[in-house]
């Protein structure tokens, strides 16, 4: 069983930068792709990025491609997801979340079999 616990959210300024980190607990997280999901208020759950096992792949939504970058430290069993140029619109709750033997392209919620209990993003405007 994978647990997965984020951690990094906050108050930020537009414009500004914040780092998420999720770390996971088992052995074998490297078989694991990773994902990056967001929900605002009244919305549904979306797809950031995504990030393979190796960390050789990653794919990403258009709002934020160019603006946040997915890595991971599979050593250290933790995948981040940097945030730069934040606009008012991220504001959301973000989950990362878990795929064994995954792919990085994979946007579907019912793909990942584990989650975190997310982590709060506000940016002022």
């Known amino acids: 069983q994978v647990q997965l616990v984020e951690s990094g959210g906050g108050l930020v300024q537009a414009g500004g930068s914040l780092r998420l980190s999720c770390r996971a607990s088992?052995?074998?997280?490297?078989?694991?792709?990773m994902g990056w999901f967001r929900q605002a208020p009244g919305k549904e759950r979306e797809f950031v990025g995504g990030?393979?096992?190796?960390?050789?792949?990653?794919n990403y939504a258009d709002s934020v491609k160019g603006r946040f970058t997915i890595s991971r430290d599979n050593a250290k069993n933790t995948v981040y997801l940097q945030m730069n140029s934040l606009q008012p619109e991220d504001t959301a709750v973000y989950y990362c979340?878990?795929?064994?033997?995954?792919?990085?392209?994979?946007?579907?919620?019912?793909?990942?079999?584990?989650w975190g209990q997310g982590t709060q993003v506000t940016v002022s405007s």
């Open positions: 990030i393979s096992g190796s960390g050789g792949s990653t």
């Open positions: 088992g052995r074998t997280f490297s078989n694991y792709a």
């Open positions: 979340a878990a795929a064994q033997y995954g792919r990085s392209w994979w946007k579907q919620l019912e793909s990942y079999d584990h």
